[in-house]
């Protein structure tokens, strides 16, 4: 007659073959290193490769992969069908929750109904000898974390992997499961490059209560606060999908600059040369409050594929759409260089450019060279500023075909004080046609005028030896407001080869 042989630790009957008289469940809470409901010394050795044997002897063990606060993970193969599969065991001590298998089993079925080719899927899930485990497809290459680790980046990697992260979360928001838990460590990839997102729900299974913030019997942090939306860290109680838009924009942010956007930190083009409208889009993710991020992740999908679209035309047609450059050097809290042509893709107008050096567009600077500028110094078709330089010039001293100043040079001028060109209307005027209090010019119109038509002898005593001189000014006016559009011109070409772009407007 055969002896009942029970486990010396719980006092449970003991299946046919158990080692060290002990029961499958005690045997792996001492694999993991918690035995009689200790917390586990995180240095403890994983269980044996031989002792899996007895709880899953449909599997071929085959090695570790990784373990943490959502369970531990082993290579297997699966017999029966002959494939490699990952075999993740879930932390021991929620068997000690009576309530955890039913929800166990609810959450398992909703979860294994996730179908998607960039979420991991779930073959299996159950108990063996009160140990809770998924059966999972094996993906057979790396993580992000250890891509980051390799080194940074490039930014037309992470533009071309977050939409086929957005496309996976929104694939699970519309199936009514979150997350929760999106960081590098999760989002794997094969080896043929594609994107796997994995631990699909498993933070809310493992926590009925909502508690992000709780610990693991190993002491290890149920979720990743670096991670988290700030609702996700105040009151996990009110949070919904939008919180993994968050974790996105946190992953996005890293995969950009190497960095985690903590504290008051920076747009990512101000670490990294890239376009800036990505600046608008990975901000927006990582609003603090969840009504002005995206609201769905098809939204912020669709905002990297308008700018990664633009990417992938050709150079000239790409120019002629719109082109930005921003040097990451300040000076007076704006950048020293701000380049820009073509149309604002969003708006349909031309774009706007904001510098010390500011080019191209509606150009605002110290110095500003645009379709239409202002400035200190401001050149343009349409220019105002201290000192502009145009077609039409509004300043204190302008120079252009129409100008309108406190001095003015150039094809027709309207001053405040001294005016100088083809056609001048000034208290003071020099021209070909001359209007002012002191007029001197071929015609002239005034109260002390000097001309073909006129010889006043006050106006002659008044200009005295400077006729010559603001003749000669007059005429260098009206030269340059004449060549002044093609030295910008000339200037503009200079400026886009230098850059690699077909035009700056």
């Known amino acids: 007659m055969n002896t009942l042989r029970v486990c010396k630790q719980c006092a449970t009957v003991l299946p046919v073959g158990a080692p060290e008289s002990l029961c499958p469940k005690c045997l792996m809470k001492i694999g993991l290193g918690s035995e009689a409901g200790q917390p586990k010394d995180q240095t403890a050795a994983t269980p044996d490769l031989a002792e899996l044997k007895i709880l899953f002897p449909q599997l071929e063990i085959i090695e570790l992969l990784g373990r943490g606060g959502m369970g531990i993970v082993y290579k297997a193969r699966q017999r029966q069908l002959d494939r490699l599969v990952a075999l993740k065991i879930l932390p021991t001590e929620i068997g000690d929750d009576p309530a955890f298998a039913e929800r166990f089993s609810r959450e398992a079925r909703a979860l294994a109904r996730l179908n998607h080719p960039n979420i991991v899927s779930i073959y299996d899930s159950g108990d063996s000898g009160g140990l809770f485990y998924f059966l999972m497809e094996y993906v057979d290459g790396v993580n992000l974390r250890q891509m980051l680790s390799a080194g940074r980046m490039e930014p037309k990697d992470a533009l071309a992997i977050v939409p086929k992260i957005c496309e996976a979360l929104q694939y699970a928001h519309d199936e009514g499961i979150m997350h929760r838990d999106i960081k590098p460590e999760n989002i794997l990839f094969d080896k043929k490059g594609r994107v796997k997102i994995a631990d699909f729900g498993l933070a809310k299974l493992l926590k009925p209560d909502d508690e992000d913030l709780t610990l693991t019997a190993s002491g290890t942090l149920m979720g990743t606060p670096k991670y988290m939306s700030p609702e996700q860290l105040e009151n996990s109680h009110t949070v919904d999908h939008r919180a993994d838009i968050y974790s996105l924009g946190v992953v996005f942010y890293e995969m950009l600059t190497g960095e985690l956007p903590l504290g008051r930190f920076e747009a990512p083009s101000k670490h990294v040369h890239i376009d800036v409208r990505l600046d608008e889009v990975v901000l ?181 030896e400077w006729e010559a001189y603001f003749g000669v000014i007059g005429i260098i006016g009206t030269m340059l407001s004449l060549t002044l559009p093609s030295l910008i011109v000339i200037v503009r070409v200079a400026i886009a080869k230098r850059l690699g772009i077909a035009k700056i407007d």
Not at 331 to 347: E, I, N, Q, R, Y
Not at 377 to 385: E, I, K, L, Q, R
Not at 407 to 417: A, E, H, K, Q, R
């Open 284 to 464: 927006r993710t990582l609003e603090k409050a969840p009504g002005r991020r995206y609201q769905h992740a098809s939204e912020l999908k669709t905002g990297v594929e308008e700018i990664t679209r633009l990417d992938q035309l050709p150079p000239e047609v790409r120019a002629m759409l719109g082109f930005e450059h921003k040097s990451k050097r300040m000076v007076f809290g704006m950048p020293l260089v701000h380049v820009v042509s073509g149309l604002d893709t969003k708006t349909g107008k031309m774009r706007e450019s904001r510098g010390f050096i500011a080019c191209g567009g509606n150009a605002r600077g110290f110095i500003a060279l645009g379709r239409r500028a202002h400035g200190v110094f401001a050149f343009g078709a349409v220019a105002s500023g201290v000192f502009a330089f145009g077609g039409v010039s509004m300043g204190i001293i302008t120079m252009g075909g129409v100008g309108l100043g406190l001095f003015g040079f150039g094809g027709v001028m309207l001053s405040l004080i001294l005016g100088c060109g083809g056609v001048a209307a000034a208290p003071i005027a020099f021209g070909g046609v001359a209007a002012g209090y002191f007029a001197n010019g071929a015609l002239t119109w005034g109260a002390f005028t000097m001309g073909r038509n006129s010889h006043d002898q006050t106006a002659a005593a008044f200009f005295g």
